[in-house]
Nanobody
Framework: QVQLVESGGGLVQAGGSLRLSCAAS????????MGWFRRAPGKDRDFVASISRTGSNSAYADSVKGRFTISRDNAKNTLYLQMNGLHPEDTAVYYC??????????????????????WGQGTQVTVSS
């Protein structure tokens, strides 16, 4: 089992920055890949970014590439998402996720919800224009 708790959401003006955190507990943090998804009002939950167990590899949705950075601190069992240059269309509930179904292998093409096994409760990010 893996428990995930997000924090760091809030209200920010367009062009601003936020850093989201996700604290993990349960299964050893270094044993699974991590990811971020988001759900905008009235839309499906979409992939944002993912990162390998060691943090050496990552993947991003085209919509956030160059603006968002995913990272992890394995000593603190914490995942991060640094968001810069925020747009109003980035407004959404952001969820962190853990992937255990592929064992130790990192799958940068894992962009579907069904490929991720554990979820946090989400944190709201609102970007005003």
């Amino acid at each position: 089992q893996v428990q995930l708790v997000e924090s760091g959401g809030g209200l920010v003006q367009a062009g601003g920055s936020l850093r989201l955190s996700c604290a993990a507990s349960g299964r050893a943090f270094t044993m699974y890949s991590m990811g971020w998804f988001r759900r905008a009002p009235g839309k499906d939950r979409d992939f944002v970014a993912s990162i390998s167990r060691t943090g050496s590899n990552s993947a991003y949705a085209d919509s956030v590439k160059g603006r968002f950075t995913i990272s992890r601190d394995n000593a603190k069992n914490t995942l991060y998402l640094q968001m810069n240059g925020l747009h109003p269309e980035d407004t959404a509930v952001y969820y962190c996720s853990a992937q255990t179904q592929y064992g130790l292998r990192y799958r940068p093409d894992s962009v579907r919800e069904v490929e991720w096994n554990y979820w946090g409760q989400g944190t709201q990010v609102t970007v005003s224009s």
